[in-house]
Structures are given as C-alpha cells and as structure tokens.
C-alpha cells in the first residue's frame, strides 16, 4: 500500500502552524504541505484554554502575523478574539483546507537512505494509527503538555468538599457566583482570573507563597489608535508594531542594565493603584530581579481595582495543608473557600510529545543542543519553533517559519536532499530559556539545551536575531552539514 507524501510536514495549528503554512504558500508556492492537528480545532494555546478572562500577554501589534495586521481596538485581546483571528487567517489564506484535525503524533523516524520522515498519528475519529512521509518535518506545537497542567501535592487536597479546578482544565459548568474562591499562585493565569472572577464571586483571594513583578498598562494602545486615523492602514501597521517591538526592547534590556532602578519604578507603579498603607513590601516586593522571571501585564490595571474595591485579596504565605472546608497557612491563618483553583504553572513538553528517531535511533531530546534555536544536533531535516521570554511568540514564530523557507528553498535550488546540524564541538551547555520560574526549571529537564556561542546560542532578542541570525544571514554554515 502506498504512504501519502508531502513536502513539507507541519504539526500544529496554533498561531506557530498557521503562520508557517501561510509563510510557505508565500516563499515555497512549489512545496506540498499538510498540517495535522491533534486536536478538533485551530487555535492551540488559544481553542486550549478557557479560563475567564484569558487574554494575550503581549501588543496584538506583535502576537499578530506581520503579513495580516490586527485591525481591533484592543491591543490586549481576549483569548476569543485570538482564536477567531488564527481561523480567519487560515481561512483567508486558503491553509485551512490543508488541516487534518484529531491527528495527534506519535513518532516520526528518519530515513537517510531515503532522506524523508516516516510520521505515524493517531486519528482521534476511530483510534487507528495513520502514516505520512515527508521530506521536512517541521514542528509548530509549542512547549507545553497539552494533556495536564502542573499542580504540587498539596496535604490534604483530596479532603476537599469544594471543587478543585486547574486553569488548563477549566469546566464549562463551574458556577462561581457568589462563592469563596482561593486562586493559588501569583503568575500570569492567576493575575488574569483574580479580576475576571470577582466581577460575580463573592470574594476572590489569590494565594502565593512569593510576589511577581506586576506592570500596569492600557488595554488599547493610543497611539495605534491615533495612527490608524491618521495614515494609511499599509503604514500604520508597521509603524504601529515597530514603536511596539522598540518599546519592549529597550524596557527589557534597561530592566536588564539597571535592575535596582526598574523595581522602584515597578514599585511606584503599584503603589499608584492601591490604598495608602498597603503592605506592598509583603505582596508586591519580589525577592529577584526583574525579567528574572516574566513580568505579569495587568491591562487597565484590572487586577488592582479588584483589590482596591475589596473585591478581591492577596495573601502571601505557605499551604500547610487543606481541608475539608479550605486552606490551613503556615502562619496559622485560615482561608474558607467553596472553589480552588490551582494556577499553578504548566508542564513543558518538547516538539509535542513526539518520538524522534534517526536511522533507528531514539533522539534524546534533553541531551540534544539547539542550532539557532530551531533545530536540533544530528537530527535531519527538522525545524521546530519556540517563541522569546521577553517578547512576543510570533515575532520569533515568524523569523523560523521564514528562516525554514530559505532553507528549503536553498536546497531545493542546490539539488541538496539533507541538512542536519552538527552536534557544537565547544564546551558549554546551558538552557533555552534563562529564567528562574518553575515551569522553566522543571522543563529543562525535557528541552533541549543551548550552546554558549552562535550558531548554536539563541538570544531571547528580536532585533539581533531579525538583524543577524535568522532573518538576514547564510544557511550554509559551519553548524550545518548539507549532503
């Protein structure tokens, strides 16, 4: 029985698979493609995630494609907006009709004697094993476990009377109104909840045993406003995501530069928004640097009003155990809740779950260094895509998704069937993401790792990467063989 074969094999669409595929229609009008999609939907992060309030972390003027301008009045948008952006691109573009939903990955093994992947998926409708080969397999499936989120072994937790609930597996029919809600945690998810959820609980207390830096900023961008009313939508949109990107950058690296100075303006930004006498040093003083770890985006300073109305509280402080009817402290307190929801990070996953082999043997994914960030030593043919810690994910998605058409393309104008980075002959290993957040740590033990210089050291940085890495540079280098 013949095996189907593309070109080019994509899994995932989310923001990362979409973006690819449209990129190669554009670069690669030659190369076949298809997407396989394990779940029922596009959209990824965003079809995943149902919490209330789920919204970006970053300007839509970035987190949407360069290629199709975000057009709303929101810069800071709701997770169904997101979603609904992602179909319509994939719609317009016509890469929708390239998609196999409810086809999630299994394995994928490489073949030198014939230079093409062998990808067996499981189909979701009837559970039977379904084989592609390709000769580029190029994986848009995030880092994270998409099955279940991270929650410690809380004492006590089955004792409960209430319902448990972890953001990644929000239940449509969680009635909240009126209720006593703990949300245990201090980042990003928790950050977003605490507002969304007091708008109808009776009170909301977010529960963390240590502070996170929290910035304040408007929910629609004044100046893409005034842009957009003022020029031409084909030169609002890049001045509108340039001041963005220029922005974000030099507050990272002045963050970076002058720690001490960042916090006392993260500080005064705070203090602005609550009570005079808030114990700020206690719930809003972090023990670390900033970009450490990310900073929390808090659009129109929700979050702050919630607290600021007695709708919601922070108490910072260790679980000693829970019971029936809610949360023993460490300190002695006791916090009643009727519904506890552990915000408590994710689980990492490397290029979504999938097992790689090369000629018969198992990659080891940990043990396995980074090309440019995009590709792994000694294995053929493979690209994967990561986004930066301190910016947008699509701004890095789309530098790989057009770095990986100039490869193919390259290629394919040599005659040249391989390309496989070398494993780096310096010494020197460090992690790809340098933050000290406990979704990161845990995950180094499933990412690949890093190299201490280029080509194989990614550099959580736009602009050099856009200037000098994956944007304006050569694919023949001494990091990569071709055959």
Not at 3 to 14: K, S, T, Y
Not at 203 to 232: E, I
Request: charged content about 20%; glycine content about 8%; overall charge positive.
């Amino acid at each position: 029985m013949s095996v189907e074969h593309v070109d080019v094999l994509i899994v995932g669409a989310g923001v990362s698979g979409v973006g690819a595929a449209c990129h190669l229609q554009k670069y690669c009008p030659a190369t076949t493609f298809t997407i396989l999609e394990g779940r029922e939907a596009i959209g990824g992060t965003w079809d995943l995630f149902r919490y209330p309030g789920i919204r970006s972390d970053s300007d839509m003027s970035t987190l949407g494609y360069s290629f199709r301008p975000w057009d709303r009045a929101k810069s800071i948008a709701g997770g169904a907006e997101i979603r609904s952006y992602v179909a319509d691109t994939a719609a317009e573009h016509g890469v929708d009709r390239h998609i196999r939903f409810g086809h999630r990955v299994i394995d994928a093994n490489w073949s030198s004697d014939d230079a093409r992947w062998t990808v067996r998926a499981r189909r979701a409708s009837d559970g039977e094993e379904v084989e592609i080969t390709c000769s580029f397999l190029f994986s848009c499936t995030g880092y994270y476990d998409y099955e279940q989120g991270f929650t410690p072994d809380f004492r006590g937790i089955d004792r409960f009377s209430g319902q448990v609930v972890h953001p990644q597996l929000w239940p449509e029919d969680l009635d909240y109104a009126g209720k006593r809600v703990v949300v245990i945690g201090s980042g990003a998810t928790a950050v977003t909840l605490v507002p969304a959820m007091a708008e109808t609980a009776g009170h909301v207390t977010m529960l963390q045993r240590s502070p996170t830096y929290l910035v304040s900023r408007p929910g629609t961008d004044p100046f893409a406003v005034r842009m957009r009313r003022s020029v031409s939508g084909s030169l609002a949109h890049p001045l509108v995501r340039w001041k963005s990107i220029a922005t974000n950058f030099y507050a990272y690296q002045k963050a970076r530069r002058a720690p001490e100075r960042t916090k006392a303006l993260l500080r005064n930004g705070v203090e602005m928004q609550l009570p005079d006498g808030y114990d700020i040093d206690t719930h809003f003083t972090p023990r670390y640097n900033p970009w450490d770890q990310r900073l929390c985006l808090v659009p129109d300073g929700d979050f702050f009003t919630a607290v600021r109305e007695g709708r919601a509280s922070v108490v910072t402080d260790h679980i000693h155990a829970i019971s029936d009817t809610g949360i023993a402290l460490r300190s002695g307190d006791f916090l009643e809740a009727d519904v506890i929801v552990t915000a408590t990070g994710l689980n990492m996953l490397a290029v979504g779950g999938m097992h790689l082999t090369v000629d018969g043997t198992k990659v080891n994914i940990p043990e396995a260094v980074a090309y440019k960030g995009m590709m792994l030593s000694e294995v053929p043919n493979f690209a994967f895509t990561i986004g930066y810690i301190n910016s947008s994910w699509t701004l890095r998605a789309e530098l790989v998704a057009r770095y990986v058409c100039h490869l193919l393309n390259h290629m394919r104008r040599r005659g040249l069937r391989t390309c496989m980075p070398l494993r780096p002959k310096t010494a020197g290993r460090a992690p790809l993401f340098n933050l000290t957040s406990g979704y990161a740590q845990r995950g180094d033990a499933v990412m690949p790792k890093q190299g201490g210089a280029a080509p194989w050291r990614m550099h959580h940085n736009f602009l050099r990467e856009w200037l000098f890495t994956l944007r304006r540079t050569k694919v023949h280098d001494s990091g990569v063989r071709f055959s």
